[in-house]
């Protein structure tokens, strides 16, 4: 049944296709003219603006768990349950580099917003490659866990990396200086700088959720979450406190942040109702408080202003598994389960997407 249209802005299916098995990851090229995908069997594919799915990696029988394209849209890397990090030249489809990182499983990875080194988690360490000297830059020991988040500060200085007992935060001019700990006392899930850096949200198994304002060591504590902290998202768009908004997610439910003029009041929170399952992703529509949460109910939720539900999507009936938004923002593409890629287009008026 096709879930009706509840406010604008409406998104129309634009193109559907289908992998091999459940889609794990999926990263647009910095210009948005390519998406690339990747599934639970080991397949890497690239999907282009005129409709055409291309085989980069064809299936291994292991996972291919993160993507990731470089801030100029020169490489992507791509790292899974195999131990490898491979990196390809993306406007020539070609191999450039495979680390090999064997027995690690390697599912996390983050390219620096400023240069060519790409950041990945390698069980209990984070190595950052070089990419244009080809060579490992530096090894991290985080020491108390395998790494569980890491994230690249807007301006590159920083690398926080999550894990037990909290996050750490290196600095990149300097990788020998010791980093900032951000203790906590479970440990943190997931880690995510805000657009401006000028915050830093760490989401935990405890039930909380802490956000340090950089030039502020002493952490806001959010509680009273119904289970661990799967997933945070910060917007673009800044609002009256000149703060962006922080959503995050627990198990089926979403919780949206937003700083508060009195100091007292710190972060005000306001909660999403509409998923039954565990939500699985979320993500802010760039340069927009259009926020979009992917469910394993099978629902994608468009939440207009991060406040009230805009529009249902659907198309993966044993749940979605991951979204991204174009890097302008007139797409949404989600993964399913059964290896369901869906990519929707924001509804032109009067001229319409054809459907691929």
Not at 150 to 172: M, N, P, T
Not at 180 to 188: E, R, T
């Amino acid at each position: 049944m096709r879930s009706p249209s509840l406010n604008s802005p409406q998104f129309d299916l634009y193109s559907s296709k289908t992998l091999s098995d459940y889609v794990t990851a999926l990263a647009w090229s910095p210009r948005g003219d390519t998406l690339a995908v990747s599934d639970a069997a080991g397949e890497v594919k690239l999907w282009y603006c005129e409709g055409s799915l291309v085989t980069l990696l064809s299936c291994i029988g292991k996972s291919v768990d993160c993507l990731a394209f470089s801030p100029d849209g020169q490489f992507l890397a791509a790292g899974g349950q195999d131990g490898k990090v491979k990196i390809w030249r993306s406007l020539e489809n070609e191999l450039v580099a495979t680390l090999e990182n064997a027995p690690a499983w390697i599912d996390r990875l983050a390219w620096s917003p400023t240069s060519n080194q790409l950041a990945f988690s390698m069980g209990r360490y984070v190595q950052v490659w070089d990419v244009d000297l080809g060579e490992i830059a530096v090894t991290l020991n985080f020491d108390n866990s395998s790494i569980l988040g890491l994230d690249w500060r807007c301006d590159g200085r920083y690398l926080a990396i999550a894990g037990y007992q909290g996050a750490k935060v290196w600095q990149s001019q300097d990788w020998d200086e010791e980093p900032y700990i951000l203790d906590i006392p479970s440990a943190s899930v997931a880690i995510a700088w805000s657009p401006e850096g000028k915050y830093l949200a760490a989401g935990n198994m405890d039930r909380t959720i802490a956000v340090m304002k950089w030039d502020n060591p002493n952490p806001w504590v959010m509680r009273g979450f119904p289970g661990k902290i799967r997933q945070l998202a910060w917007s673009e768009v800044r609002t009256g406190q000149d703060a962006p908004l922080l959503a995050s997610s627990s198990v089926e439910g979403i919780v949206v942040w937003e700083k508060q003029a009195i100091e007292s009041l710190s972060w005000q929170s306001r909660v999403l109702a509409r998923h039954t399952e565990v939500v699985q992703a979320i993500a802010f529509q760039p340069h927009s408080l259009l926020l979009a949460s992917a469910s394993a109910d099978g629902c994608v939720c468009l939440w207009h202003r991060a406040k009230r539900l805009a529009q249902v999507l659907n198309g993966a009936p044993d749940g979605f598994s991951c979204l991204a938004w174009h890097p302008q923002g007139q797409q949404l593409a989600a993964g399913g389960h059964n290896g369901e890629l869906l990519i929707w287009s924001k509804a032109m008026r009067g001229q319409g997407f054809g459907r691929r």
